[in-house]
């Protein structure tokens, strides 16, 4: 028996043995879905996201349009390149009513498969193998308003971040490693950006694999569908108003936060020039955090939080990288009131829902006041506020171990060689 699997069963064991705690942790969880279940009641939130994906599979096996068409009263189109439609192929199985309903759950399980691998990579793998606390957590997690809005959208963010942070947590010689990051990439293209962190880090290779993952998803796209290819990778990806208006609050991008200061619709260089230098300094940031102070984890979370400010949108539900990031910092609270007051800052901010209490109907985005700003971009600014940490904080000299830094290793191996996870 594997060390893992022994850890396993060993957590598992004493979950078992204190039924009080399971029972209470299952309890809350379905508190916790009954709420949600009363507020699609209420509130008639229609998962429209899962609409547009039972579309593009609809397209693919009818050998329709597949960026002609528009769902829903909001005229959603498609907007992921061909590969992600051929994924989407299973959504026009059921009726979309249980399709719906197969999203919540299957999001639910990925809730808690995000925490257990947030918890691994920060550390904490006793509480990552902790039925208990992996309920608990889920219960809770559901109402962060990123992770709440995904799952009102019917969103495949959670996946992507598994995905992701599944492969990047894997020993640097791991076999294929960066391959499912550039498998992501190629569903959706913001996790792009993982692959030239591991190159900036160091690891050629793994930065390659993710290439090469991205290239197969392309060439399944380009032989499945051909005309759908050209289009969307010659037209199609560079068209961001197929997306949404980038300056409503729902973005939460530099370019969304630049556009409600200005009172503009189009920031143009105003936004290029900050978000090229927001990218050489995030990844700046994070190759010094995992070079210099063996931190992988925390480089990983802060090429997220670039990714997120320099994308030209980045609605709120992309932000459940909140998830690792929360899960990273409670990590390291114990006997220091300082950084137990950041982690309740940072999970009020993705909590409190402000984007959603300034006037934002029809054009008001436009005409927030200047007071209003803070309340209607929480993300961007405590994303560049993070930013601004890190830099400042890989500037100063390596503290030995023991002396308070938050990390579970106190140097990064060299690039090739096997770590933990």
């Given at each position: 028996m594997s060390a893992a699997e022994g850890t396993w069963r060993r957590t598992w064991a004493q979950s078992i043995a204190h039924p009080g705690r399971l029972a209470l942790a299952t309890a809350l969880l379905l508190a916790s879905f009954a709420g949600l279940w009363v507020l699609y009641q209420v509130q008639s939130l229609t998962m429209p996201d899962i609409a547009v994906y039972r579309a593009e599979g609809e397209a693919v096996s009818a050998g329709g349009d597949l960026y002609g068409f528009t769902v829903t009263k909001w005229a959603l189109p498609a907007t992921y390149p061909p590969f992600a439609a051929l994924l989407f192929l299973p959504t026009t199985w059921p009726s979309l009513s249980t399709l719906k309903v197969v999203c919540v759950l299957v999001?639910?399980?990925?809730?808690?498969?995000?925490?257990?691998?947030?918890?691994?990579?920060?550390?904490?793998?006793?509480?990552?193998?902790?039925?208990?606390?992996?309920?608990?957590a889920t219960a809770l997690g559901l109402w962060l308003e990123p992770v709440f809005q995904t799952f009102v959208f019917g969103q495949?963010?959670?996946a992507l971040t598994c995905l992701v942070l599944w492969d990047l947590a894997r020993p640097d010689g791991a076999r294929f490693k960066g391959f499912a990051t550039g498998i992501a990439a190629g569903i959706k293209l913001t996790p792009a950006i993982f692959a030239v962190y591991l190159l900036v880090t160091g690891r050629v290779k793994a930065a390659c694999t993710a290439l090469a993952g991205f290239l197969v998803s392309v060439l399944l796209g380009w032989l499945a569908l051909p005309g759908a290819s050209i289009e969307?990778?010659?037209r199609r990806m560079f068209e961001t108003d197929r997306v949404g208006k980038?300056?409503?609050?729902?973005?939460?991008?530099?370019?969304?936060?630049?556009?409600?200061?200005?009172?503009?619709?189009?920031?143009?260089?105003l936004w290029a020039v900050p978000a090229l230098l927001t990218a050489a300094a995030g990844l700046w940031a994070a190759r010094r955090i995992c070079l210099r102070r063996g931190l992988d984890g925390w480089g990983v979370l802060c090429t997220s939080v670039t990714g997120l400010l320099v994308s030209p949108i980045s609605w709120s539900h992309h932000w459940v990288w909140c998830v690792p990031l929360l899960v990273a910092l409670a990590a390291h609270?114990?006997?220091n009131p300082w950084r137990r007051a950041l982690l309740a800052a940072v999970t009020l901010a993705f909590t409190a829902r402000t984007m959603w209490i300034v006037p934002h109907t029809g054009d008001l985005d436009l005409q927030i006041a200047w007071w209003q700003q803070p309340f209607a971009a929480p993300y961007p600014l405590l994303g560049l506020a993070l930013l601004a940490t890190a830099v400042w904080w890989t500037?100063?000299?390596?503290?030995?171990?023991?002396?308070?830094?938050?990390?579970?290793?106190t140097a990064r191996e060299p690039a090739g060689t096997s770590r933990a996870g």
């Amino acid at each position: 028996m594997s060390a893992a699997e022994g850890t396993w069963r060993r957590t598992w064991a004493q979950s078992i043995a204190h039924p009080g705690r399971l029972a209470l942790a299952t309890a809350l969880l379905l508190a916790s879905f009954a709420g949600l279940w009363v507020l699609y009641q209420v509130q008639s939130l229609t998962m429209p996201d899962i609409a547009v994906y039972r579309a593009e599979g609809e397209a693919v096996s009818a050998g329709g349009d597949l960026y002609g068409f528009t769902v829903t009263k909001w005229a959603l189109p498609a907007t992921y390149p061909p590969f992600a439609a051929l994924l989407f192929l299973p959504t026009t199985w059921p009726s979309l009513s249980t399709l719906k309903v197969v999203c919540v759950l299957v999001n639910a399980v990925l809730l808690a498969l995000l925490i257990h691998l947030s918890c691994k990579a920060a550390g904490l793998r006793k509480a990552a193998h902790t039925a208990p606390f992996l309920l608990t957590a889920t219960a809770l997690g559901l109402w962060l308003e990123p992770v709440f809005q995904t799952f009102v959208f019917g969103q495949v963010n959670l996946a992507l971040t598994c995905l992701v942070l599944w492969d990047l947590a894997r020993p640097d010689g791991a076999r294929f490693k960066g391959f499912a990051t550039g498998i992501a990439a190629g569903i959706k293209l913001t996790p792009a950006i993982f692959a030239v962190y591991l190159l900036v880090t160091g690891r050629v290779k793994a930065a390659c694999t993710a290439l090469a993952g991205f290239l197969v998803s392309v060439l399944l796209g380009w032989l499945a569908l051909p005309g759908a290819s050209i289009e969307f990778w010659t037209r199609r990806m560079f068209e961001t108003d197929r997306v949404g208006k980038i300056w409503i609050v729902d973005n939460q991008s530099l370019q969304g936060l630049i556009t409600r200061v200005l009172h503009q619709p189009e920031a143009g260089l105003l936004w290029a020039v900050p978000a090229l230098l927001t990218a050489a300094a995030g990844l700046w940031a994070a190759r010094r955090i995992c070079l210099r102070r063996g931190l992988d984890g925390w480089g990983v979370l802060c090429t997220s939080v670039t990714g997120l400010l320099v994308s030209p949108i980045s609605w709120s539900h992309h932000w459940v990288w909140c998830v690792p990031l929360l899960v990273a910092l409670a990590a390291h609270t114990r006997r220091n009131p300082w950084r137990r007051a950041l982690l309740a800052a940072v999970t009020l901010a993705f909590t409190a829902r402000t984007m959603w209490i300034v006037p934002h109907t029809g054009d008001l985005d436009l005409q927030i006041a200047w007071w209003q700003q803070p309340f209607a971009a929480p993300y961007p600014l405590l994303g560049l506020a993070l930013l601004a940490t890190a830099v400042w904080w890989t500037r100063q000299p390596p503290v030995t171990p023991g002396g308070g830094l938050p990390s579970p290793r106190t140097a990064r191996e060299p690039a090739g060689t096997s770590r933990a996870g």
